[in-house]
């Protein structure tokens, strides 16, 4: 059984920065690509931040380009979101998920997700 479980969120000051990590564990780490969502108390979940497995492109949504940073690391089974220049509008609870195959951006695509991890930026 696939699971992945993300570690790394807290209450930081705005213009601050975290670290988000996600672990997979229970198969081959290299078959599934991993993104990261998150949503906000009344909002729909959103695609953030997502990495390409076949060639390592990276993809944001526009809100954090320039301020987030995606990465892997395979010999770990390691996602990572490295966010820097944290605004307000920032705070959400932050997801990891996973599928087989080919990165997309729909959350509905997903049937592989982690627990998620709170990101609260004060003012």
């Known amino acids: 059984q696939v699971q992945l479980v993300e570690s790394g969120g807290g209450l930081v000051q705005a213009g601050g920065s975290l670290r988000l990590s996600c672990a997979l564990s229970?198969?081959?780490?290299?078959?599934?690509?991993t993104v990261w969502f998150r949503q906000a108390p009344g909002k729909e979940r959103e695609f953030v931040a997502g990495?390409?497995?076949?060639?390592?492109?990276?993809y944001y949504h526009d809100s954090v380009k320039g301020r987030f940073a995606i990465s892997r690391d395979n010999a770990k089974s390691m996602t990572y979101l490295q966010m820097t220049s944290l605004k307000p509008e920032d705070t959400a609870k932050y997801y990891c998920?996973?599928?087989?195959?080919?990165?997309?951006?729909?959350?509905?695509?997903?049937?592989?997700w982690g627990q998620g991890t709170q990101v609260t930026v004060s003012s």
């Open positions: 998920a996973a599928r087989s195959g080919t990165m997309v951006v729909v959350p509905r695509a997903y049937d592989i």
């Open positions: 229970g198969s081959t780490f290299t078959n599934y690509a």
């Open positions: 990495i390409s497995l076949s060639d390592g492109s990276t």
